[in-house]
């Protein structure tokens, strides 16, 4: 009787058990709680919190995005860094879009692909393995999130006889001593529990946790890994164990690492007895605002059937949304990371035909800010910058949402009449992507007749490089018509295409950018030398002292330190006291030499020569700047034709054995896999053609001098081109932060070139750039030359670069791991940049900053800034000023005269003035003043401000052009045309079009580019010409 009492309390007590623990497994997880819950277990066993990386990999060139949680730590399990500590417990924002992982397709037909998600992971790198990894993953499961034992699945590897790998059977052993069910343990090859990183490098098996959704939880072992939702993959526990070799064979790695792997979207899901991550917190509060802004049906969860095209757009939408506003969050931004507008351009195409959402900057139900605040709700408690950069982000989507619409309003019609032509394209998602349309027209005879096979890469090159089509957009054209394509053979070919634009772009100028750089690297590396010492490059100072006690005549070489600031030929007197830099010689030895692209022992310099030195002070071309110039000396060893005795000397009595009859005159110098290559000719300063003893190159007459490796040098840069280029690096850093603090958050750089005369930044504008904007940005600058302060630079980790308040990085940009943050002092918010360029010691260096001209024909939303800094920009100022003063009395004559209207000599004269004042080079703001002067009624203000100075500039040429014809009759004519600002190919088009009917010659010479367009007519052709 005790017995059965004892055993009716037992059932009694595993009923409640069974009761509580089903309830505990009901209840509602939200996914704050499923992350901290996360992170604090493994807290508890001393794992550190690191915090998510960016979405953008700013230091991995082979990936769009981040797409997994041990991106941030390849290097350390490459071997290459120093881990964080030994166990690392982190949420990672993940995206899969582009690439090898490119979930975008499958977004909203299912109900667990995302574009974005958050991977929940644990690190061991080098301290626990397996049983201490299989024991902490079931415990959190089954005792803190509390789901049935009975429901999970795992898996381990079965081993491998290509590459010589047993079963991983400890693992299985763990998971058989921890409690696990043998029928609940199987065995899968390499392509689902084998890890590879890469092609080489670390990989290892893995061992994976299923979770069952089925009733029948004792036999659903055939369902693990059959691609159905009711056995689905929870958890993925990678034993990063060996290394494979480039022969595909495999070896013990000497330290075991440990890398986990959880979705957050499907776990949530997962605790909440949910069969979709879209039935989430992490989503229905984005449904919400989609059906709250739209007036729509609310989501009803559908698959398929009737409803089903409206649910898949709310996951479409919602889903679409998040990746943005993430990637947006992080410094990503549409106009330079594609995949961000593919995206955002298939949100707005879903939004407006299942939604109604459509509009642009005026539409009456501004749904975005909506959505993206819903976004920022849900997100914002782990990545606190999505809230903090609400508004940046508001601004770009509504900017993207606008150009969307007026491309397609402008494409709809040629489209609509592709595709009535070729039905099956209408199922393209990119339909309004630039080229798409112009470039199928062209070339839809050929993609048709490679249906079925290969599309021929001339064929995919073309679509690319001439109508600047993506390449997945080329794959999935490529798809409807069952064409394949070879995406390897396609990116070496476009490398290819790109570096033979560049060198038949700078061939005629430079004979050596005809060369194979990769070719050279090669050779360098063969050679076995150091690469190249260029601590110097940053080692210069400010010149304290009287600048007037400097002997301008003195030799480039006869001091230690040198203080010449002009260039090699410059022989005037101006100096500047103010900023007067120091930039030492360097005392080095040629190690290695290119001639006509082979690296060589010796030669006889000429214009194909480049010289590689031990140590070298030459600032090689790199982030938008401009090389170093400079000469080269050799020591004095008599190592010619005649001689070629090597003497040894030490490098003190260097100084006093430079042979200065002979230089290297350095043009440009480049970086070549750590090697710095300078690239000129031999100047012989004693023998020149006339015999007077003037500079001369080293030609067959003269005593054919050769260098050879070994030869000891002495090095010094023009340091008045350096000067020149940092200072207006400097400027550039500053310009953009005042464009940043006037306009908004929502502008970033895109593009820059410093150079010696002037510096060109490419902003990608999202707020009111306009005119009025510009200038308070160009005051801002003078306002902080004006107060001054420091310029430091500053090398530290990546890592935590990326942790320094208001850092500006360039979006598409790929860092390496030891960067250099350069801080530019001002009294507003400091200007903070990665850069690996040459900068002045103090803000106030700088001297005077103006803006001389805007370009916004550079692209949509665009603009495109030119600006010059020190003496150069006081004298465009002061220039300014005499052209405002004058500009000025013309406008107070007009006044008195009582008219502005063209038609009167006074007025023609003004307006001839006018546009051939704006042909110099002048500050923007005056040229402004000058182009609405100009105008034929100029108090007729236009109601759209063009702030473009080539448009402008092309505008009143043209106005030149149809003088000119109104005014010389019939007969042919010769035009030449000189100016700072203009669109070459329009003009030459308008002067075509103009002329047309009578011969013609036009000469265009716009900022040293010259084009010309010679045109005879039939008659003229039969007269003889």
Known sequence: MLHGILGRCLHLHHQVLRIAVSHRYQATWSSKAVQEAFVEFYKQEQHTEIRSSSVLPWNDASLYFVNAGMNQFKRVLLGEAVPPSPRVVNSQKCIRVGGKHNDLADVGTDSYHHTFFEMLGSWSFGDYFKQEACSLAWRLLTTVYHLPPDRLYVTYFSGDNNMGIPPD????????????????????????????????GPCGPCTEIHYCRSPDTVSAGHLVNAGTEQLIELWNIVFVQYKRLLDGSVEQLPCHHVDTGMGLERLTATLNNLNS??????F??????????????PYGGKFSGTGSEVDTGYRIVADHARMAVVTLADGGLPKTCLSIRKVLQRLFRTAEEQFGLGGGAHSKQPWLPALSGSVSDTLSCRYPEIQSKLDTINSILQHELLHYNTARQALEPAWKELVSKEPGLSVLNDRYTRGLISGLNKLLPDIEQARGSHLPLPISIRLNVEFGIPLDIIEEVGGLYSCTINVEDFQQEIKKVKKQKLMSKNAAARSWWSYNLDDISAQLKETKIDTTNRESVYSYQRRKDDCNTIDRNNDRFSTNINTIVNSVNDNSNKFDKSCLYLYEPVDSEIVAIICNGKVVESATPGANVGIVLRDSNF???????????????????????????????????TINTIDRNYGFKV??????????????ELIDQTISSDGTGSESSCTDNTRHRLIRCGELTRSSIDAEHRL???????????????????AGGASSQVASHVASDEFKLEIASYGALDTTALMLAEDRVQEWVAEGGPVTREEMELTAALQIPDMTLLPGSVYPDIVTVVRAQHPD??????????????????????ITSVESSVGVGMRRLRAVCGEAATEIRDRGRLVEQELQRKMQAAVERGSTKSGTSERTADVKWARKTMKQTLPHRIRKKLVHFAEKNPEENSSVETIDANVQATKILLQDLEEIHAGHGEGAVVHFVCSQFGANKKILKGAFNIFEGRSHLVVLHIRGSIRARAVLTQGAIERGG
């Open 169 to 200: 059977l400890e693992t299985r052993d763990i998971w058989l001593q921890i409690g696990v069910p043998a029928s609940h343990i199987l065995p899968f090859g390499a392509a689902d529990n084998f890890w590879e990183m890469g092609p080489v």
């Open 277 to 282: 991550n879209y039935d989430t917190d992490l």
């Open 284 to 297: 229905t509060p984005i449904f919400a605002t989609i059906q709250q802004e739209s007036g729509c049906a």
């Open 619 to 653: 600032y090689a071309a790199a982030g938008g700047q401009v090389s170093d110039r400079g000469f080269i000396e050799f020591h004095n060893t008599g190592n010619n034709k005649e001689s070629s005795t090597t003497i040894e000397t030490s490098p003190s009595e």
């Open 667 to 680: 043009e440009e110098a480049d970086e070549i896999c750590g090697y710095v290559i300078h690239w000129g």
């Open 724 to 742: 020149a280029c940092s200072r207006h690096h400097t400027a550039t850093h500053l310009l953009l932060r005042a464009v940043q603090h006037v």
């Open 829 to 850: 918010t400091p200007a903070v940049e990665l850069c690996c360029g040459t900068h002045v010691l103090d803000v106030a260096h700088l001297q005077d900053f103006v």
